[in-house]
């Protein structure tokens, strides 16, 4: 599977003595192949040019996403030749980045940014594999104490002063 895959991935790619790999295209959009008949497994092994946009970000910063442009976004990453990006719906503080009744969606986040950078990544070709924050959760951690993980002698398991708020939901609980 691998050398093949390769092969069909870098087909009419250029690379360069210094590793830089050169994309034939005149749109906008710099892709080497189409994903649609690959597998999961295919898939993954293709992407040559990966990005994991770690976005963690406390309820108390204003205006995230106010200056969020899809177009610039989605073209920054194709002209830089990226062709997977690790989005987040949601980090360790517990805000969502999208629409949710299940969750929280940060507070001061007026649209669905989640659902802007996915389209705009899909427009060109780009693969977004989506970020859940599960286990850690700052928001649960104030609001729910009682699903946070507890220490054997019953004490909360909860932040040190060196642990910045990272309270670990217990994943036995029933709810």
């Known amino acids: 599977m691998g050398v093949q895959l390769w092969r069909r991935a870098l087909a009419g790619v250029s690379h360069s003595r210094k590793g830089d790999f050169t994309l034939p295209h005149t749109s906008p959009t710099p892709t080497a192949f189409s994903t649609d008949s690959l597998t999961a497994a295919e898939l993954v092994s293709s992407r040559f040019r990966q990005i994991h946009l770690d976005f963690h970000t406390s309820p108390e910063i204003p205006d995230v996403g106010r200056d969020f442009d899809a177009d610039v976004f989605g073209d920054t990453l194709a002209e830089a030749h990226v062709n997977w990006v690790t989005l987040f719906g949601k980090c360790h503080h517990g805000m969502s980045y999208y629409p949710t009744k299940a969750g929280v969606r940060h507070p001061s986040l007026k649209f669905d940014l989640l659902g802007a950078q996915i389209e705009a990544c899909k ?50 609980n029933k709810e």
Request: glycine share 8%; charged share 20%.
């Open 123 to 172: 427009r060109r070709g780009i693969a977004t594999p989506v970020y859940l924050s599960v286990r850690v959760d700052q928001h649960i951690g104030l609001t729910r104490p009682d699903l946070i993980c507890r220490l054997e002698d019953g004490r909360l398991w909860g932040p040190s002063a060196h642990q910045a708020s990272w309270y670990q939901v217990c994943m036995n």
